[in-house]
């Protein structure tokens, strides 16, 4: 099997994989069976899927969410979305040159009618507030279908190796988003009341209140009683040159490929943007083997979690803050990307443009609500709820909390007895939705001797699994908030047991012992990348928090809790003066340089921004200087939005060019939405079983 | 200044064209549309579908006009209107249909129009892989085609505003001024607009405006939905029209367009009335299964999206296109039943001979058959 499959990995087990053999445009490869095809192709180094029947123009992985499109394959001879089609023994896949074919398959095939289903509820998105919802409902006995385009339960926690914040007894605090997802998947199959359908995409809400699903092959109209949506959110795209190119893509489909599909699918990277999603995904891309060369912020501070920029400072990666990307370069595929400062009018200043050498840009620039089935159902006058994302763009932590409280919602709509909902809910729901407050100094506790923490933590963020870590009960936080910076009570001492360096989802906190050698106290230190590097004996590049240097010392020895076995914790001996400082360990590569400036700004205009459709900020920019206000004639008149997306990607592009053009918003008509949500065969509607027509 | 020689209300397929065709006769024209851009209404519902051979003389003599103008826009004034001559087809499995078919025939080619019955041989090498299970055969008439409707409403408008029409979009025409019985102009939510004429091409709104002179416009609107499929290599350009009615629906069509999608229809039985464009989860059920019925391999195609449009409908499925007696200056031209992108364009050039007075015989012909003051009461035009 190619050499671009993960097989070793700090945090994820690598499971056994049951090889089958497939062919790529006649050449014969290896894949697993049952992943992703997408996945597969990437594993064998392949990145080109096909070409854009417009421009020609190579296309490949995008949204790895089955949103986009732009993965089409055949397979079998059908065109299918590589990200969300499984492979199977024998599979005949090919790359589309243009535009597809389909088979002249003539032969007539009885169909059947597609009757309704009523349910009393039906849960949009098998996400953490999709799950968070059916379990409440669950719970109570409420017939509850909950369907989910995927192939497992969990949605994106499915993709996160990283441990929660929030609290332990909330939100899974300190438990990796993988492991919560397998937890909650676990509850929900103790619930008889609720039905999962997976590998199941809703494709339209309709005006006869029916949600139209499609499960494998078949259409289903579903007619609940209360709808809730949890479709979770998709990832925002930036326009700039080069930025359909192979490679470029974001940063939830990177963790994907990289987490779900175990599939290193880049060797270097560029990430856009400093939120938790691109500090997140950089830090999984070390954890996987594959160097970040950079991670770029337009914003004079990184946007996410401070303790999550620090990890990645203290493996080496640098942050670049005011910076934007200018372009992606590359024929076939990235082979590099031009990256520039910002002025304080996010001007690009001149001169200042770098290249660097990357087969892959992450784009992390936020998050948009998929929220499309919402405004339909409320313009049908259906009940409907949401949470999660869908509802608001937040932590995972805060869709399980919005999910339970809208989950107890629908319960009481139904006409159950459920009580007040707890008023402690809405507090903690709106606490973990809470963005990163400020940052504060940390002063290292003053002491020289005995054992005891050092917090390395200096935002308030919602997050406080110490203090339910520590068995002596010495850890809290301020105010007793959840977003108060920890503290330890130093009158009740500390036992030097660990849980709090293991459980600390920022890898905010270490351990320092000075009870043996006081002039060379013993540190612990929090490590989940490449476990070979720090075996007892080698030595490590020790930093302070911000990833500066402190020196390089001897591992003394790897300790492990059990509860949390993927976080090892090395131990160091330091001179006395560094110990508190000490923060963690540089990831063992060095960072890449820039390889040489740019002098020329490519012209913008020949940026794509509808993806689908090829349209380029220039032609849009045309259409609205010949007075275009209206989004619907300027689909007519470019096809901006028409594509297989219908504008999902492209939409907040075209509202920036109008702003950009100086034109007041208000003058702008929005676009008329109609389904379908992703395309589905007119066989499926006819009621064909194509499973049954292959046998 | 608000002063013109006419007025138009309704800025989509019959409005549009209707002010390109006055201004190419020096006429100063305004265009008033609630929407806000050209084609807003249900111009952008339409499928593409333009064909001369209908069973009404006086709608193939517009609709042969309307042909010539889109299949030699593109030459004439440059700009890609996505016209294709795929021609159309209406395949046959009962006897019903026919009969029905070859009783237009004689007429048909009395106009001149390319049309023939022919064997399900013939059929099946213009709609390749059609179902030829009791296939009877069909009509073929290859010089009929498509084209774009959003495009070709763009195309029209914006040759339209180079020879000095004047649009306004997001009004809403509030009342038609009369004085002594004969058109003075217009009054609405952005002032009051004077001409000698106006005219009513307000579609599926048409009966509302009509309704404050005292007149009825009897027009009702009818929900169709459609849809279309992702682009494939080309197989279908031709529009193909299964007659047979089946529970739930009368007839529906399709074609594939010049980007390879293919884009089709339904007639629901009985008809939705009203103003609805919702979609419905039946449709794609209803449609797909006669589709996949009649061409199998339609079966792998992936539908992409689907929408809800209006054809304003007359009783007798013929439109209402002519001066109002009771308001001197008032010209509608309404109730296309669905068949305004293909009649608009002839039908304008008819408009602006009327306003000057240079109608020709065939006019004349045409508006008799479009008569606001025909008896409705003769049923519903066959191939309709």
Redesign the interface.
Known sequence: MSDQRITRHPVLEIPAREEVTFTFNGRPLRGVAGEMIASALIAAGIHIFGHH?RDHSPQGIFCANGQCSQCLVMADG??VKACMTPLAAGMRVERIE????????????P?A??P?HEVPVLIIGAGPAGLTAAIELGKRGVETLLVDDKDRLGGKLVLQTHKFFGSVEDSYAGTRGFEIAERLAAEIEQLPSVAVWLGSTAV?V???R???IVRGNR?C?IRPQKLMVATGAREKMLSFPGNTLPGVYGAGAFQTLVNRDLVRSAERVLVVGGGNVGLIAAYHAVQAGIRVAALIEALPEVGGYRVHADKLTRLGVPIFTRHTIVAAHGQDHVVSATTARLDEKWRIVPGTEKTWEVDTVLVAVGLAEVNEFILKAR??GMQVFSAGDAQEIAEASAAMFTGRIEGLKIAASLGLAVGEIPEDWYRKAEVLKSRPGRIRQASPPPAQEGVFPVFHCIQEVPCNPCTSACPIGAIHTENDTITGLPYREEEKGCTGCLNCVAICPGLAITLVDYRKDPDHPLVTLPWEIRRETVEAGHTVAVTDREGALLGHYAVQRVRVKKEHPRTLLVQVRLPAELAKRAAGIQAPEPAIDPLEVYQQQPPPDEAVICRCERITAGEIRAAIRSG???M??L???TRTGMG?C?SKTCRPLVWRIFQEEGIDLKEV?DRVD???FV?????A????D?RR?HE | MNKFDLIIVGAGSVGVPTALACAEAGLKALVLDRR?????GEN?HAIGGIRATHSDPAKILVCHRSLEIFSTWQDLHGDDIEWQRGGYVFPVYREEEERLLKTFLPEQKKFGLNIDFVDPQTIASVV??I?P?GLRGGTVSPDDGSASP??A??AFYRRAVRLGVEFR?NVQVQQILREKGAVQGVRTSAGRFSAPVVVDAAGADSRELSAALGCDIAVTPESHEAGI?????M?CPAMVVDLRPAPGSRNYYFYQNRH?QVVFCITPEPPLVGH?Y?????F??Q???R???L?????????????RGLYPMTADGVPLVGWNRDASGLLHAVGMCGQGFMLGPGLGELLARMITGASTADDRVVLAGFSLYRDLTCGMEALK
């Open positions: 029947p059908l065109p243009g535009l597809p074919r389909i088979p002249e398959d003539d032969r007539p095939l169909g009618e597609i309704v339209g309709f005006s006869d029916v949600v139209g259409y109209r313009d049908f275009v206000r209206d619907n004639q689909k007519a008149l297989a219908g008509t109609r389904p379908l395309e589905v065969p007119m066989g509607f006819a009621g064909i194509r027509d | 806000p851009s050209p084609g807003q952008k390749p892989g179902n299970d959003l495009l409403v763009n979009f499929s992702e682009p494939v290599q197989f390879g609805d919702r979609e419905t989860s039946g794609l059920p449609v797909c299964a589709m996949v019925d061409m199998p391999r339609l079966k792998n195609l992936r539908v992409r999206r689907v929408w």
